[in-house]
């Protein structure tokens, strides 16, 4: 008999693909937020501006991952430039959550991202903020 092309014919095609043939289920962000602290695993008070009174910048990840142990990275960028790509694991979990930090001085002033990206390049989210020179009332 032929396969038609509907998606009920598809969905039984894929389970019936061998198991060491189906991908890895993809990591799901949920939620990212930088803040200047960081209290029982989550962002104190998440925002997009700050100052240069404040001593670092945290970005915090909350993530699904049905997968195994797997790295991700933060990789932060001033004005487009790479500063910084640390290297976070992350375990199999519907709800895990993981941060790394950038230390605030003057010479960070500007406009930065920061982007969720795996080993093989996949970027899942980014989130930009910016370091101002002055005092934010």
Request: with cysteine; aromatic share 10%.
């Amino acid at each position: 008999s032929t396969l038609s092309s509907s998606s009920a014919a598809s969905d039984v095609y894929k389970r019936q693909l061998p198991a060491d043939s189906i991908e890895e289920e993809p990591i799901t962000v949920l939620n990212i937020a930088t803040g200047s602290n960081i209290v029982n695993r989550s962002i104190e008070i998440p925002d997009s501006i700050f100052s240069l009174d404040i001593e670092r910048i945290y970005c915090l990840t909350h993530l699904r991952n049905w997968n195994d142990s797997k790295t991700i990275y933060h990789k932060w960028y001033q004005e487009g430039e790479l500063r910084s790509k640390i290297s976070l694991e992350i375990g199999r979990s519907f709800n895990w959550r993981t941060w790394s930090y950038i230390t605030v001085y003057p010479e960070r002033v500007g406009d930065w991202k920061v982007v969720v990206e795996d080993s093989l390049g996949i970027r899942y989210d980014s989130l930009s903020f910016k370091i101002m020179n002055d005092q934010i009332e």
